[in-house]
């Protein structure tokens, strides 16, 4: 029996609106027809049904907790092995997991994108190529408002409070620090394609180093 390679694992981390899904986004672009998927932190937020709507509410969403880090980790190797998982999917209107999950095969390259995966040093040591997304305060509120008001239906008072609550503080605290573990920090987000393609080209080098990436060439 044929042994498979483990995958690539890259971890995309950076503060909430810093353009983190731009650049992964960029990079599963880059690398059309790779056996590549994304996988977001976020889909791993905790199961909240035994809390009321005012306990969920109230969680600090940007907190290392707040995540089932946990399950995460089990995912990971479960990919590292080759097997398949069922990705939980996160409702954002009910503050809680939904009954429905993302079944997701194993690939040769998967992005791993979050605020916290490098603050789980568990997380951190099954990533082989670690990015952060770097990108000014004031833009990253900009984004985050935007994105709120448009996919998730919050209100501009919510976002504010929430912000200077608990996003901006957790960042400087939890998310700025990890800054330190990246392999590659990247400016500027997706707007950085001198970045993006450094780090492409890297993966291209490791998937033909292993023999994966000979039926991708011509």
Request: aromatic content about 6%.
């Amino acid at each position: 029996m044929e042994h498979k390679q483990e995958p690539i694992i890259i971890g995309v981390t950076g503060g909430s609106g810093s353009g983190k899904t731009t650049v992964s986004s960029k990079i599963l672009e880059h690398l059309s027809g790779h056996s590549i998927s994304i996988i977001q932190q976020d889909s791993y937020y905790r199961d909240q049904a035994d809390m009321s709507m005012e306990e969920r509410i109230n969680v600090n969403y940007d907190h290392p907790l707040a995540f089932d880090s946990d399950l995460l980790v089990e995912h990971l190797k479960m990919l590292k092995s080759n097997q398949s998982i069922d990705i939980p999917v996160y409702d954002y209107s009910e503050f809680t997991r939904s009954n429905k999950s993302v079944h997701q095969e194993p690939r040769d390259v998967i992005i791993l994108e979050g605020v916290l995966i490098l603050d789980d040093q568990r997380v951190r040591d099954m990533l082989d190529i670690k990015v952060y997304v770097d990108t000014d305060d004031d833009i990253r509120i900009i984004r985050r408002i935007q994105r709120d008001m448009e996919q998730r239906g919050r209100s501009l008072d919510s976002i504010i409070t929430q912000y200077l609550t608990t996003v901006k503080p957790m960042y400087h605290q939890f998310i700025e620090p990890t800054k330190r573990y990246a392999d590659l920090i990247v400016p500027e987000g997706g707007e950085n394609t001198v970045a993006i393609d450094l780090l492409v080209t890297k993966v291209r080098d490791i998937l033909s180093e292993d023999g994966r990436d000979e039926k991708f060439n011509g």
